[in-house]
């Protein structure tokens, strides 16, 4: 009989409460040697919020995966925190530059963010019982995906482009990221369609050079995605968007039909793409440069190719170190908006190698878990979401952290959960319920047959 | 669908281990190569935003000492900005530190007062976990501040006086090469190289930089000068050594014109004759006989005369105290007609004002010459001491024996106590309060000595118990006892408390 483990998730979130409220502390002793004025109140609101949702756990998914939510708080809380270290950069009497994208109010959105993501997490939680639900949704889900891709493309440019990435739609000074949410719709979307025509996928085609290539109308829906997220990418100038949504639909192929072939054709399509918008297009051009030649003096200090962000983030890192300068101690602030795509340089600089792979590790966990839930579970859709939805949390850690810390080019992402911002912060939340979700569905036994009163009875002991 | 779960899960796996290698790349492999990158913003202003280690003039042996450069925080920010509270004073000895680099002690031990030195690491650690803020070490000369201010005034009121002559001095401890006054001028103010605009700080360095003064000159360990008779110390000592039966009272040659081997004549000063023409060596010597070191120069060989000269440090570039010190020359002389001249000082010899100290200090300290030596010991920000000068020096060379370096002593200290000595109406005990061993130089100069003669001086005191010599040059300064000998006995009275 398996154990719910609510007990376990109550011990680690305790575990990754206390962390997050030390490195608060720590940034307060760092920059003035005094312990934050917001100790109590921030420490307090998030407690508040992380254990409201582990007593919704509790209540909609008993079964589920008890590290995930602990992990999901951890991160959250640290980013939270280095939002928090960044946003009193120079202010208020602290060492450093204070950073003009920053407000003093940024933290307190954060948490509010925070709040509303959890919120998301049991609305999903309480809403969806059962992951076959979204099935009943499939076309919907893809279409609202679609739409939510498409439309900072088609707005003007003062509606949805911050600092050239126009992925955004700007609504009176609010503003949202709907690539963050066509993620979700999308992966719900893929693994839906993907389930009902996998075995033709799977088995109808001719093989070519040993290769199993598919039938030409099967093809349709990967040539869709791919010219999707090509769109994307020349339209919204945003590489990284679409490298997730590619790699994400591929890897979803992969699993339905377990064929090689996909990926061969999947990874092609996309590094033709590449290379062909690469030519077409300066912006993307641009970022093969930078990479692979980011100290050239003409780049640094460019005035229109510039590799002053990605320089400076490694400047911090190299800063750091094995052990960091210590949370407080390091010059973050020298990073242009180091708050959000820059948010792991500014953890390597002040937690050093040390802080940086440890988080790296915690992601790793997360994805590590999801996967277990997907291996778990015996639907096929749940089986299909879980796989896609950790791959794609896997890709977009790989995607942005490797781009800033120049293993690959970089592409604008944001950096899930720690990176500012309510959209990337609210998607992660409600991805980690749906990760939730399928590991209760697997977990949960199976009820009891009603057995005849007058048949052997199985006496268990103890 | 498991299987290809299981493979996906092993691309998940390389995406985090590609991540993670390339972390450690760039964080512990790269980290040095990335910090030392020029233009790297970070290190360029973290030295302003911790306190930099001060420095710290112990040569008066009172208390804690005296500060002569510390670190201020800047009221309302988080920026430390240099200060020398002195200004000029320690110019030469502390230089500066600014946005653009830093010279002197500052530029010479930059790692330790900046915190960065390997050896401040374990403490760097410890205060990384305390969160207290990285400090740097502080370093403690072996500079006297009454020495070096006396050094500054008598070196600023000749210059007022004779229309700004550049001049140098250097005092040392003879026993241990502590240096205890070290002084140029024209100089700087170190202040204004600690401003935080680059603007600023090109302009003010630009300004120094063109004068013609050249205040930025180290002159007393970075320009060197003829010697002229105060190398008489050095042609006597190998005459003396050469041979054990030759005395301060032998009698030497010594005609009011010595005729060269090639023809010329060599004069005394004024022509003046010199004693009865066949006088003692130590009368030769307090009345600086030019004809009578001439001709001992001829005679004891120009090997003899290079190896004792390289023996009181000349010829070596390689003494730095920490700062690097420019090598004083005498080259070899096989030519006996201007080896007459070189065994006087003239020709091509070239000294530092600090190897005139070296030559009072060889003689001061019975013929031993210790390794001159500005940092006394440095001490980490928990008080621990990261390196120490040997309290009793180190050796540099053995120029002399003690019996020859006594001989010279007495020579020496003819000269201001004889009513003939050169130095006796600057120098002698009623206006110095003091004995005072000393030799006097004045130096001609220039093409076909056109032009004015460097006034020249060493000499230790007190004579029978040396604590300190000097060396000091007046460039165009004229007679050495006239120019020079009063700034040593200002800086003797000033460090020995007399007066």
């Known amino acids: 009989m398996p154990r719910g483990r609510r007990r376990t998730e109550f011990l680690m979130l305790a575990f990754a409460v206390a962390v997050v409220l030390f490195a608060y502390a720590s940034v307060g002793l760092g920059l003035n040697g005094k312990l934050p004025a917001g100790l109590i109140t921030y420490g307090l609101s998030y407690a508040v919020i992380v254990f409201a949702a582990h007593l919704a756990v509790r209540w909609l998914a008993p079964w589920a995966d008890p590290l995930m939510l602990p992990l999901a708080a951890l991160l959250n809380g640290l980013g939270v925190v280095m939002i928090y270290r960044l946003q009193q950069s120079g202010r208020d009497g602290n060492p450093g530059n204070a950073i003009s994208t920053m407000s003093t109010s940024t933290t307190m959105l954060q948490v509010i963010w925070s709040a509303v993501g959890v919120v998301a997490f049991v609305a999903v939680l309480a809403i969806i019982r059962e ?71 799977a088995l109808a085609g001719r093989r070519v050079l040993g290769i199993d290539l598919p039938r030409g109308r099967d093809l349709g829906p990967v040539l869709i995605v791919w ?15 679409s490298a997730l949504f590619f790699g994400m639909f591929v890897a979803m192929l992969y699993i339905a039909t377990q064929r090689t072939s996909w990926l061969l054709i999947g990874v092609l399509l996309f590094l033709g793409g590449t290379y062909i918008t690469s030519m077409l297009f300066g912006h993307v051009g641009e970022r093969f ?85 997907a291996v778990a579970v015996r639907d096929p859709f749940a089986k299909l979401l879980a796989g896609g939805l950790s791959f794609v949390l896997a890709l977009q850690v790989f995607v942005i952290v490797g781009g800033v810390t120049r293993l690959i080019p970089l592409t604008g992402i944001t950096t899930p959960f720690l990176s500012q911002g309510g959209s990337s912060l609210i998607s992660s939340w409600v991805l980690i319920a749906l990760l939730m979700r399928i590991s209760d569905t697997a977990r949960r036994p199976a009820p009891q047959p009603i057995q005849d009163e007058g048949m052997t009875q199985v006496v268990r002991a103890g | 669908m498991n299987r290809a779960l299981l493979r996906l899960s092993l691309a998940c796996l390389a995406m985090f281990v590609l991540l993670l290698i390339n972390v450690n790349y760039v964080q512990a492999f790269e980290s040095t190569s990335l910090t030392t990158k020029p233009g790297n913003i970070r290190i360029f202003d973290q030295q302003f935003q911790y306190q930099r280690g001060s420095i710290i003039a ?93 050094a500054y005034q008598a070196l600023k009121a000749q210059s007022v006086k004779d229309n700004g002559l550049p001049s140098a001095v250097v005092a040392i401890d003879p026993s241990t090469g502590a240096i205890l006054a070290l002084a140029s001028y024209p100089t700087f103010n170190p202040n204004a190289y600690t401003t935080f605009s680059g603007t600023r700080l090109v302009k003010s360095d630009n300004r120094y930089r063109h004068e013609k003064s050249q205040p930025l000159l180290n002159r007393a360990i970075n320009a060197t000068y003829p010697p002229g008779s105060t190398f008489k ?29 090639n023809g010329n004549l060599l004069h005394n000063d004024a022509g003046e004759t010199c004693g009865n023409g066949n006088p003692p060596l130590i009368q030769a010597f307090y009345v600086s006989c030019n004809t009578a070191f001439g001709s001992l120069g001829i005679k004891v060989g120009a090997r003899a005369l290079l190896n004792q000269a390289s023996l009181f440090g000349l010829n070596s570039s390689k003494l730095a105290i920490p700062l690097p010190v420019s090598a004083s020359r005498y080259p070899l002389e096989p030519d006996p007609s201007l080896r007459a001249l070189s065994a006087i000082g003239q020709l091509d010899d070239q000294v530092t004002p600090l190897q005139e100290a070296m030559f009072a200090a060889t003689i001061a300290n019975g013929g031993t010459l210790m390794t001159p030596y500005l940092v006394q010991n440095i001490q980490a920000p928990d008080l621990r001491n990261i390196q120490s000068a040997s309290p009793t020096g180190t050796v540099l060379s053995k120029p002399v024996s003690s019996q020859v370096a006594s001989e010279i002593g007495q020579m020496m200290f003819q000269v201001t106590h004889n009513q003939g000595g050169t130095a006796f109406a600057t120098a002698n005990p009623q206006v110095a309060g003091v004995d005072i061993s000393g030799k006097t130089g004045t130096a001609e100069n220039g093409v076909n000595n056109a032009g004015l003669n460097d006034a020249v001086f060493t000499c230790f005191a007190p004579s029978a118990n040396p604590k300190i010599a000097v060396g000091v040059i007046v460039q165009g300064g004229g007679f050495g006892a006239d120019a020079a000998a009063p700034i040593a006995v200002k800086i003797i009275q000033a460090y020995l408390g007399r007066k």
């Open chain 2, 58 to 150: 112990t040569g008066d042996h009172t208390g804690g000492g005296v500060k002569i450069a510390d670190s201020r925080l800047v009221k309302g920010t988080s920026t430390y900005r240099r200060y020398y509270p002195f200004g000029p004073v320690f110019a030469p000895v502390t230089g500066y530190d600014s946005i653009y680099g830093a010279t002197g002690i500052e530029g010479a031990e930059d790692k330790e007062l900046a915190g960065t030195d390997q050896r401040l690491a374990v403490h760097n650690i410890v205060s990384l976990f305390t969160g207290k803020p990285r400090l740097g070490a502080t370093v403690f000369l072996t500079i006297s501040p009454k020495a070096q201010q006396a």
């Open chain 1, 289 to 373: 440069t930078i990479w692979l030649h980011p100290f050239d003096p003409q780049y640094v200090n460019g005035a229109v190719v510039s590799s002053y962000q990605l320089v400076q983030g490694l400047y911090g890192m190299g800063v750091g170190g094995i052990l960091g300068t210590g949370l407080g101690h390091g010059q973050p602030f020298f990073t242009p908006l180091v708050q959000s795509d820059f948010i792991v340089t500014a953890f390597g600089e002040e937690l050093g190698l040390t802080g940086l792979m440890a988080l790296l590790l915690i992601f790793g966990l997360i994805v590590q878990r999801g996967l277990r839930a």
């Open chain 1, 227 to 241: 010219a999707t997220s090509l769109l994307i990418l020349v339209f919204e100038t945003d590489i990284g968007t």
């Open chain 2, 233 to 261: 110390v050095v042609t006597s000592a190998t005459w003396l050594s050469g041979n054990a039966g030759r005395s301060p009272q032998s009698t030497v040659p010594a005609p009011p014109a010595l005729k060269l081997p």
């Open chain 1, 131 to 201: 992951p076959r639900v979204l099935q009943r949704y499939t076309y919907t889900l893809g279409a609202l995906g679609l739409v939510l891709l498409a439309i900072p493309a088609l707005l003007p440019a003062s509606m949805s482009s911050v600092k050239g990435a126009k992925v955004w739609i700007i609504i009176g000074g609010f503003s949202i990221q709907p690539g963050e949410f066509a993620k979700l719709a999308l992966a719900v979307f893929f693994a839906s369609y993907l389930v009902a025509k996998r075995d033709v996928l």
